[in-house]
């Protein structure tokens, strides 16, 4: 099973960036399409980006769209999520995990969650 440690939060004001990192242990990260979900304070979490094993095909909910980038390095079993143009509504715990791609479908994720990385945009 795969191991996942999130990490590359923190504060920034609005219009900012970030990049999240999320480390893999175990062989089959690069076997398995990886998202990024997020959970703000009092909602459910929600997911945020995702991408295929080889990281030719990519997803992305609405909200960020065009502000947001999700890549993969399989040898160095990284993950990672790259935030620009940040607004207050992206503040939440950012969380990435396994998924299973399905057409026209939300990715689903599977496996344990991690400890999650917490990003505050301030206004």
């Known amino acids: 099973q795969v191991q996942l440690v999130e990490s590359g939060g923190g504060l920034v004001q609005a219009g900012g960036s970030l990049r999240l990192s999320c480390v893999a242990s175990g062989r089959t990260f690069s076997s398995n399409a990886m998202g990024w979900f997020r959970q703000a304070s009092g909602k459910e979490r929600e997911f945020v980006a995702a991408?295929?094993?080889?990281?030719?095909?990519?997803y992305y909910a609405d909200s960020v769209k065009a502000r947001f980038t999700i890549s993969r390095d399989n040898a160095k079993t990284t993950l990672y999520l790259q935030m620009n143009s940040l607004k207050p509504e992206d503040t939440a715990v950012y969380y990435c995990n396994t998924v299973r791609l399905r057409a026209g479908v939300s990715p689903v994720p599977f496996g344990s969650w991690g400890q999650g990385t917490q990003v505050t945009v301030s206004p």
């Open positions: 991408l295929s094993w080889s990281g030719g095909s990519t």
